[in-house]
């Protein structure tokens, strides 16, 4: 990894571009290289970043078939053509990996491109609605319980969603980034029902107007991002 990207130091940007651009097995080498590289993070010694770490833990590293590509395991699936879908995969995270798209962005971004969701319903996330599943067959299964547009008179109702590990380790970076925002702004660390109740997606202007007074809940309730957050990567 380090003698084929030569990087400064070690984030998830940097493993994204070694998949990405399958600098030899991928999968197989960060296998046996995540336990080394979280030790390191964990003893303290400078050049790996936390975000590579959050990501090695969520990362599925099971060995995929020759041709199948990071991010893009069922790309006939979505809404997108193979082409399309290949290109703005390839766009995004290529603006990532340069600091031209911000983990937000990317990550809304690719919930898009892979479920089709409107970005009315992604910011609508908390953090809660990023599950990981444990199936009969001893497999992990990645899970997104999406808000339905809410109709008039009814009630808010959910559909669960299937995505690749590599988008859950994105959106899970993501989802860790708002809760410490979160924390910092309110200058303390969040009980796990609090936690749970962070939007994904923040409109991080808001911040500044957060209490520690009153519902925890309503004062969420300010953080929404706006769905125009899509806009900058899509357009």
């Not at 991010?71 to 703005?88: F, R, V, W, Y």
């Not at 957060?210 to 706006?226: F, M, P, Q, V």
């Amino acid at each position: 990894l380090i003698r084929k990207l030569s990087p400064t130091h070690i984030d998830d940007k940097v493993l994204i571009e070694y998949q990405n651009k399958k600098l030899s097995k991928a999968p197989a080498s960060l296998r046996v290289l995540r336990p080394f590289l979280i030790k390191w993070f964990e003893l303290g010694y400078p050049g790996i970043d936390e975000s590579a770490v959050e990501l090695l833990k969520h990362l599925d590293l099971k060995i995929k078939k020759s041709g199948q590509s990071v991010l893009q395991d069922d790309p006939t699936g979505g809404p997108l053509t193979k082409e399309e879908h290949t290109s703005l995969i390839k766009a995004m995270n290529h603006a990532y990996r340069k600091g031209e798209l911000s983990l937000p962005h990317y990550a809304i971004s690719l919930l898009i491109s892979l479920t089709g969701r409107r970005p009315q319903q992604l910011v609508m996330l908390k953090y809660k609605d990023l599950l990981q599943k444990n199936l009969d067959n001893g497999k992990v299964e990645y899970v997104i319980s999406v808000p339905r547009v809410k109709q008039r008179g009814k009630e808010l109702r959910y559909r669960e969603l299937a995505i690749i590990s590599e988008v859950a380790s994105i959106v899970q970076l993501q989802a860790n980034q708002s809760v410490k925002l979160v924390e910092q702004a309110l200058g303390k660390t969040l009980d796990d029902y609090s936690k749970r109740e962070v939007p994904i997606f923040l409109n991080e202007e808001k911040l500044s107007d957060l209490s520690i007074t009153g519902s925890i809940l309503l004062e969420y309730n300010k953080l929404y991002a706006k769905p125009i957050i899509a806009n900058v990567a899509l357009k």
